[in-house]
């Protein structure tokens, strides 16, 4: 961050923290952003939701690995699996690769008392079997007792013995030592902050770590009672995508060696699962979800008021999603997870942020909010820093959202995962959903923007950690625009190679290349407090209050190519990835300009005005917003009306966006890169057509 907009916060988060805050870091195992704060309609989280009220909620944060010890170190270092080469769980960085410092080692060495509770670190040769005691924890970490229990005969199967089984609803009385490792966790944390003046005088970076909803689902079986059966919806892409390449599947082998799945005789590798059986299996992971909002609601009941607290996950888990029933992939499901910041007196409402975010930058977010110690530089590709990060601070970001301002700061504008597999095919031996780092041959690398996730599966040498881009198996690209659930997979369609070149390059350069020196864009429609509205009806009514009503403030334009008024100034930014000459652009106007003339809406030949900007610049820009210039449109929305629709028409998949609520008109519009069909939106009177500014 630069000296001003470092004293900025200095002033801003000193006003809002009395002391040096203590640390609350929260992190649920195989949790998804399966929250009601977060839309899920299913989620029963009333706790996490009462959290969200007063925490940035970061709505597009993604894991780096979706298997558990990768993606920890990965956080917890602020390196990615490549840095850390672990794949697996059988490397401990420190003596591997290099004695890299840690998010809580930082604290301790800044005088911070560092506690961890329950499953921070991955237990096992990835923590060094003490979960990285004594360089991260001034206390040795605390685990479960009935830990041990966890993949054991304990569940109550139909015939009355007692099985290894998935869906596990247990009397907890009945369990061994009449408890549950999940409730010791809560326990020891109860007991750590009731008492924490008799166990230190510092401020305390305390992490916790909750073992549900990950596998299997052993809860106390009163949670189900909040997700009856019958009000499970399956979801409506619970089938494998036909144009998935067989090296994207994941298997689900954990699953299936349960001994009620085993029953089911679900065939290898694809499946599927009986109806039934996807209801219950989501039915318990709801459950289970809410078994651990009730515990996390338990122990914020004990945190004091100087506390910043981080909520997140590890990654997520597929629900059913093209068929499958864990992580292991790259799939959005599977990477995407929630991240709330509650920052005392700071974030006293739920501030929504939708800039893409990755789990790297959880470590210098941390460092920045506490301003415990400076700033953390970035890693070098060429020199080994044993203190530095390879994600970014979300400070600027939250300080921006918070005082409602249109930031202009460098953002991402792509996030980066990636998953291992041992072969083309799906395979039990070896593992092709947890392989040994022996055994990977092949390496499928993830970049996710803001319309588009390209996943590439090529080559990998184990042996020196290397990756040949010229051998690949496999490809898939989908467009969330119009494919959020990542049902169709685009990468062999001819109209797409353009896309595909421009984000394989992104993919191959990486993230130091991709997200540094790139500014943010400018929004589609400069909102103002003042002053703004929008039309229905040929009338003109003020505009919404609500700060969510904000985001769909409409400019209206007369037929005169003028702006109604200095509080609706339209301004519209193309941002291009490469330099683009002049007559190009011409070019493509011209090729729009034939394409308005037969088009089937008659109206628009009478009056029509072309709006184009284009910001040149020497840095690369945001490829995924507008990659290439955009052509803007205002359509007149009835015969002889001065009422226009502003469209914006970009080259790549970017929708066309009217900002007016229209009366009655079909509308039709082509893709400036291929001519294909792209949007036909039938309206009648009344239809409100508005959407979000950065839709």
Excluded at 242 to 267: E, G, M
Aim: a positive charge.
């Amino acid at each position: 961050m630069n000296g001003i907009t470092t004293l900025m916060l200095l002033i801003t988060l000193r006003s809002s923290l009395e002391k040096q805050p203590n640390v609350l870091f929260i992190i649920v195992d195989d949790l998804k952003p399966a929250l009601h704060s977060y839309g899920y309609k299913n989620a029963y989280t009333p706790n996490i939701d009462a959290l969200a009220k007063k925490s940035f909620l970061f709505n597009n944060t993604f894991s780096q690995q979706a298997l558990c010890a990768p993606s920890r170190n990965s956080l917890l270092t602020s390196r990615r699996p490549d840095s850390l080469h672990l794949y697996d769980f059988y490397n401990y960085w420190r003596t591997t690769i290099g004695n890299f410092t840690t998010l809580p080692q930082y604290f301790k060495e800044n005088g911070y008392f560092t506690y961890s509770i329950g499953k921070v670190f991955h237990p096992g040769v990835s923590s060094n079997f003490t979960d990285d005691y004594p360089y991260s924890w001034s206390r040795k970490p605390f685990h479960p007792k009935t830990e041990i229990y966890e993949n054991a005969k304990v569940c109550v199967g139909e015939n009355g013995n007692l099985e290894q089984n998935l869906l596990c609803p247990v009397i907890v009385e009945a369990q061994p030592d009449e408890t549950l490792p999940d409730l010791e966790i809560l326990n020891e944390s109860l007991y750590f902050l009731r008492n924490k003046k008799e166990t230190t005088s510092q401020p305390y970076f305390l992490a916790v770590g909750f073992h549900k909803p990950h596998i299997p689902f052993r809860i106390p079986l009163q949670y189900l009672d909040y997700h009856p059966l019958q009000n499970v919806t399956l979801p409506s892409n619970r089938w494998r995508p036909s144009l998935l390449p067989d090296v994207a599947w994941n298997p689900w082998t954990d699953i299936r060696k349960r001994d009620d799945i085993k029953k089911l005789h679900v065939p290898f590798p694809y499946g599927p699962f009986p109806d039934q059986t996807v209801r219950q299996i989501i039915q318990y992971y709801n459950a289970a979800t809410s078994y651990i909002d009730d515990l996390i609601g338990k122990l914020l009941s004990e945190v004091d008021e100087n506390t910043i607290i981080i909520f997140t996950s590890d990654h997520g888990w597929s629900l059913g999603q093209h068929g499958e029933f864990a992580k292991y992939s790259n799939f959005e499901e599977a990477t995407r997870v929630p991240l709330l910041i509650h920052v005392p007196r700071l974030s006293k409402r739920r501030i929504i942020i939708e800039d893409l975010v990755e789990l790297v930058d959880i470590f210098p977010t941390v460092v920045d909010l506490t301003q415990v110690a400076k700033s953390l530089p970035v890693c070098e590709k060429q020199h080994i820093s044993l203190v530095c990060t390879e994600g970014s601070s979300l400070v600027s970001v939250m300080v921006d959202k918070l005082q409602s301002r249109v930031s202009t700061r460098i953002k991402k504008m792509a996030v980066f995962s990636q998953y291992p597999r041992p072969g083309v095919h799906p395979s039990v031996q070896p593992n092709s959903d947890k392989p040994h780092l022996r055994d990977i041959k092949i390496m499928g690398y993830s970049v996710t923007t803001r319309r588009y996730r390209y996943t590439e599966w090529v080559k990998f040498f184990p042996t020196n950690f290397t990756v040949d881009w010229n051998v690949s198996y496999g490809k898939e690209l989908y467009n969330h625009l119009i494919d959020p659930d990542e049902n169709i997979n685009l990468a062999d369609r001819d109209e797409m190679r353009t896309v595909i070149e421009l984000l394989r390059q992104i993919l191959i350069q990486g993230w130091r290349k991709t997200n540094r020196a790139i500014r943010s864009p400018a929004p589609l429609l400069v909102p103002s407090r003042r002053g703004s509205s929008f039309v229905e009806n040929d009338r003109l009514k003020s505009g919404p209050t609500t700060d969510r009503d904000r985001s769909f403030q409409f400019r209206s334009f007369n037929p005169n190519s003028i702006p109604s008024s200095q509080s609706t100034t339209l301004a519209w930014f193309a941002h291009q990835s490469f330099r683009i000459e002049m007559t190009e652009m011409n070019e493509r106007l011209k090729r729009f300009d034939r394409f308005i003339n037969r088009s089937p809406i008659d109206s628009i030949v009478a009056k029509r005005t072309i709006y184009t900007s284009l910001e040149r610049s020497a840095t690369s820009s945001d490829p995924l917003s507008s990659p290439l210039p955009a052509v803007c449109v205002a359509v007149p929305l009835r015969a002889k009306s001065d009422t226009l629709g502003v469209f914006r028409f970009s080259p790549w998949l970017r929708l066309a966006v009217p900002y007016t609520s229209v009366t009655h008109w079909f509308l039709k519009f082509r893709l400036l890169t291929n001519g294909t069909w792209f949007l036909k939106i039938p309206v009648t009177k009344g239809t409100d057509m508005r959407m979000p500014v950065n839709a």
